[in-house]
């Protein structure tokens, strides 16, 4: 297979909250407008980000990352998407140089060129400052330039721009980006735990990117050509021959997915293993209500049952068919916001406890504060391979169900004590933890999660 190539930019920032996201999405929206294929990825174990990328752009939104999808599916997945789009975009995760596997170093790898968002509302020539020092480095750092962010009037940007030591690094100013509601300023894609709303849970969220979208196109960067990108070009090598398929572990089982607004994170390439490994896949929403379908397996993913509790505990139908499908001794797996619904009840942020649906002994109690972020890995009994991925919740479960097993920080398995182990309980035939893995990178370990053997 040839290799392939198309402009290609990462988006990238000194840090969280600058703006990356929004920039992103609108420089995708203005694309797709303008009917060019537009791919867009994202750095990271983020669930949310990809919900607004994919509707700006059109199409699937997959995960980029050095130490959770690893380097070759980067590789493939790059290649595979510049033999067809006209522009692929990276939204990077935190800041350019954080973590031993960052962002930076993600862009040296595959050659990506870097755009940096940066938040200018409270400065003037330091972003030239700022600027230099991002570009600079690291010496070999692929670079594009820099967009300021949330800037005041022309004066303002004037003052930006006069500050850059290499006039070719400015690609524009965008203004704060939002509105008013009850007298407050709102954000233009707005935030609450665990990170953005998602796209499909506001009705007006098409017009919110396309208000992103027209401020950009006021920009050099969103005034570029087609032809102007090809400065941007990057090639894409062909990923080795002989890559092997994954074992056919889950073929002839069925394994039903809840996927609605409260069951809602999930990484799409998990449901293609999940096909790829031979599983017949049925989705389902008990938010709606609807039936659990005829199974073998079930996986409840991520999401927000704090804020559906009523509904879930609502529909009792759905729990006796949970309790007849765990009394069969067939498998569950729940993962964050999928265990939570599990529970006996729910203690929410405003302190009322909410009965939920009874499967695994045990209450959960919502903070304002976040209890726990970063990697996390899970090795099974007799597994070479362990599963890496991510824990990231604003809760915390109290419940006398055995926890035999532990996802690890990684650098922490065999030490005497663990920081941030997450239990992984044991009840029955489910399986239960805030632990939330990207299934590829152990598929025989996922395989028995799911009851295969």
């Known amino acids: 297979?040839?290799?392939?190539?198309?402009?290609?930019?990462?988006?990238?920032?000194?840090?969280?909250?600058?703006?990356?996201?929004?920039?992103?999405?609108?420089?995708?929206?203005?694309?797709?407008?303008?009917?060019?294929?537009?791919?867009?990825?994202?750095?990271?174990?983020?669930?949310?980000?990809?919900?607004?990328?994919?509707?700006a752009s059109g199409a699937p939104v997959h995960t980029l990352d050095l130490w959770l999808t690893g380097e070759r599916d980067c590789r493939e997945r790059l290649h595979a998407a510049a033999r067809q789009a006209d522009l692929i975009?990276?939204?990077?995760?935190?800041?350019?140089?954080?973590?031993?596997?960052?962002?930076?170093?993600?862009?040296?790898?595959?050659?990506?060129?870097?755009?940096v968002v940066i938040d200018a509302s409270a400065m003037g020539g330091t972003l030239g400052a700022l600027t230099h020092g991002l570009r600079s480095y690291w010496s070999?750092?692929?670079?594009?330039?820099?967009?300021?962010?949330?800037?005041?009037?022309?004066?303002?940007?004037?003052?930006?721009?006069?500050?850059?030591?290499?006039?070719?690094?400015?690609?524009?100013?965008?203004?704060?980006?939002?509105?008013?509601?009850?007298?407050?300023?709102?954000?233009?894609?707005?935030e609450r735990h665990l990170g953005l709303v998602a796209a499909h849970e506001l009705p007006d969220a098409l017009a919110r990117l396309d208000a992103a979208a027209d401020a950009l196109a006021t920009t050099p960067l969103g005034r570029m050509a087609p032809a102007d990108w090809e400065r941007w070009r990057v090639s894409f090598d062909a990923p080795p021959?002989?890559?092997?398929?994954?074992?056919?572990?889950?073929?002839?089982?069925?394994?039903?997915?809840?996927?609605?607004?409260?069951f809602c994170l999930v990484?799409?390439?998990?449901?293609?293993?999940?096909?790829?490994?031979?599983?017949?896949?049925?989705?389902?929403?008990?938010?709606?209500?609807?039936?659990?379908?005829?199974?073998?397996?079930?996986?409840?993913?991520?999401?927000?049952?704090?804020?559906?509790?009523?509904?879930l505990a609502a529909h009792t139908g759905l729990q006796a068919q949970l309790r007849a499908h765990v009394a069969a001794g067939r498998p569950v797996w729940a993962e964050g916001g999928g265990m939570l619904a599990l529970l006996e009840s729910l203690i929410l942020a405003d302190g009322t406890r909410q009965p939920m649906w009874g499967l695994l002994p045990g209450q959960?109690?919502?903070?304002?504060?976040?209890?726990?972020?970063?990697?996390?890995?899970?090795?099974?009994?007799?597994?070479?391979?362990?599963?890496?991925?991510?824990?990231?919740?604003?809760?915390?479960?109290?419940?006398?169900?055995?926890?035999?097993?532990?996802?690890?920080?990684?650098?922490?398995?065999?030490?005497?004590?663990?920081?941030g182990a997450e239990a992984v309980y044991r009840h029955g035939s489910i399986c239960a933890s805030y632990f939330q893995p990207w299934f590829a990178s152990a598929p025989r370990a996922l395989a028995r999660l799911l009851g295969s053997h």
Not at 96 to 114: C, I, M, T, Y
Not at 153 to 168: K, V
Not at 241 to 262: F, K, M, N
Request: charged share 20%; proline share 9%; with cysteine.
């Open 364 to 419: 959960g109690t919502m903070h304002r504060r976040l209890q726990a972020l970063g990697p996390r890995v899970l090795r099974l009994p007799g597994m070479d391979e362990a599963l890496r991925g991510h824990s990231f919740h604003y809760s915390s479960v109290d419940s006398s169900a055995h926890a035999p097993r532990q996802a690890l920080r990684p650098g922490t398995e065999g030490a005497a004590e663990a920081p």
């Open 267 to 311: 990484y799409p390439a998990n449901l293609e293993l999940l096909e790829q490994l031979g599983a017949r896949v049925a989705c389902f929403s008990p938010l709606r209500g609807e039936a659990l379908p005829d199974c073998d397996a079930l996986w409840l993913p991520g999401g927000y049952p704090e804020l559906h509790a009523p509904a």
């Open 140 to 190: 070999d750092l692929p670079w594009a330039g820099v967009l300021a962010n949330r800037v005041a009037g022309e004066r303002h940007a004037d003052l930006l721009r006069a500050g850059l030591r290499d006039p070719g690094d400015w690609l524009g100013a965008l203004p704060a980006l939002g509105g008013f509601e009850a007298g407050r300023p709102t954000a233009l894609l707005p």
């Open 241 to 262: 021959a002989g890559g092997a398929a994954p074992a056919p572990l889950l073929a002839g089982r069925t394994v039903a997915v809840a996927r609605d607004a409260a």
């Open 1 to 55: 297979m040839a290799s392939a190539s198309c402009p290609a930019l990462v988006i990238a920032a000194p840090g969280s909250g600058q703006g990356k996201t929004t920039a992103t999405a609108a420089l995708a929206r203005l694309h797709a407008r303008g009917g060019r294929r537009v791919r867009v990825f994202k750095c990271g174990p983020d669930h949310l980000d990809p919900h607004w990328h994919e509707l």
């Open 89 to 115: 975009l990276v939204e990077g995760v935190m800041g350019l140089f954080d973590g031993e596997n960052s962002v930076a170093e993600l862009a040296r790898r595959l050659g990506l060129p870097v755009l």
